[in-house]
């Protein structure tokens, strides 16, 4: 946004950082899933229990959710012109906000839970 002017453009940007994101917290998930089957044995190694496994199970699908919905606003953004501006009353830009609000949502919930269960299974 330069000079109080929202350009589409912007929001594109906005949306491939968020898709980034949200691929690194996918794999940050994969890799706690894995682990977990990968385990030995060992009594010493702490396993996740079903309630753990069922919540990162949603919580990977909610992630999943939040970047097909942000990938149906990018398809969106081909259908304006990139030089296009918009304000901030403007429904496009109202809809991006709505997005920016669960992906911070989700970005706290993701850190918050990934936090808990790398302190719970001890590594």
């Not at 994101?21 to 794999?27: G, H, K």
């Not at 044995?41 to 992630?63: I, M, Q, R, W």
Request: proline share 2%; hydrophobic share 40%; charged share 35%.
């Amino acid at each position: 946004m330069k000079n109080g002017v929202i350009q589409l453009i912007d929001l594109e940007f906005e949306y491939k950082i968020w898709k980034k994101r949200l691929d690194l917290f996918s794999s940050e998930v994969d890799l706690i899933m894995n682990r977990n089957t990968n385990l030995p044995e060992d009594e010493k190694y702490k396993s996740l229990n079903a309630v753990e496994l069922l919540a990162l199970e949603e919580h990977k699908e909610a992630l999943v959710k939040l970047k097909s919905r942000i990938k149906t606003k990018e398809q969106e953004l081909t259908f304006y012109n990139k030089d296009f501006p918009i304000t901030e009353t403007h429904d496009y830009f109202l809809d991006h906000l709505e997005l920016r609000r669960k992906n911070e949502k989700l970005l706290q919930l993701h850190l918050e839970r990934v936090s808990d269960i790398v302190v719970a299974i001890g590594a």
